[in-house]
């Protein structure tokens, strides 16, 4: 059974997404399933995590949507631009020093 996600992942959802965006463009549920293949089913980001980060980001400008009708369905597929480029480039220095930094803690060899 999976557990649900811990509190200490702010910040994760959105350094997830950019990282994936950054790939191809992909749509919202497309985007919840390829977290769970990307984390090997680590992380689960529901439906109510992806669709506000991503109505975020692209309030932001770190993306931008597009509608494609497939199949008879409207989806919203969503881009990365260059400010999400440098976001995401950003939080994953921030994620490096942290992953570091717990690693330290815990007494793990760092890999950065």
């Known amino acids: 059974m999976a557990r649900s996600n ?18 191809r463009e992909m749509y919202g549920y497309e985007l919840v399933k390829a977290v769970r ?6 992380i689960a980001l529901g439906e109510g995590v ?40 950003g939080l994953a220095d921030d994620w490096q020093r942290i992953q570091g930094g717990v690693a330290a803690a815990l007494g793990e060899p760092s890999h950065v």
């Open 6 to 23: 811990p509190p200490f992942m702010s910040g994760v959802p959105e350094l997830l997404l950019l990282k994936l965006l950054d790939g």
């Open 37 to 42: 293949a990307a984390t090997g089913e680590a």
């Open 50 to 89: 992806v669709y506000p980060a991503l109505h975020a980001l692209e309030r932001g400008g770190a993306l931008r949507s597009r509608r494609r009708s497939v199949a008879g369905r409207t989806r919203v597929y969503y881009t990365l631009t260059a400010r999400g480029r440098r976001r995401l480039a």
